[in-house]
């Protein structure tokens, strides 16, 4: 099992910026931020491998968010700039020991973090 804690989330006007956390309870290969909004389906939004250095995001955010990660902490950050009001959203972390699937598909991550709420206010 794997426990993830996700923080950082809060209210901020578009332009502004946040940087979420997520800390789990042991090193996993494959973490990624989700997203959602009541009615809607879980979007993936950015996925990290292993050391850092393969990232993918979601269209929508390339250019204003950025995943990293902290393997000495366990904790994967997102980074996010330039934030509009169609971001709000409850984000939560995922983990994965596989890789396996397509990264933004929530089918494929085994460990969910509870969610914290993002608000972009115009």
């Known amino acids: 099992q794997v426990q993830l804690v996700e923080s950082g989330g809060g209210s901020v006007q578009a332009g502004g910026s946040l940087r979420l956390s997520c800390t789990a309870s042991?090193?996993?290969?494959?973490m990624a931020w989700f997203r959602q909004t009541p009615g809607k389906e879980l979007q993936g939004v950015a996925r990290?491998?292993?050391?850092?250095?393969?990232?993918s995001y979601v269209d929508s955010v390339k250019g204003r968010f950025t995943i990293s990660r902290d393997n000495a902490k366990n904790t994967v950050y997102l980074e996010m700039n330039s934030l509009k009001p169609e971001d709000t959203a409850k984000y939560s972390c995922a983990a994965d020991r596989r890789c396996a699937g397509a990264w933004y598909t929530s089918y494929f991550y085994d460990y969910w973090g509870q969610g914290t709420q993002v608000t972009v206010t115009s």
């Open positions: 990290i491998l292993g050391g850092g250095g393969v990232t």
């Open positions: 042991t090193y996993t290969v494959c």
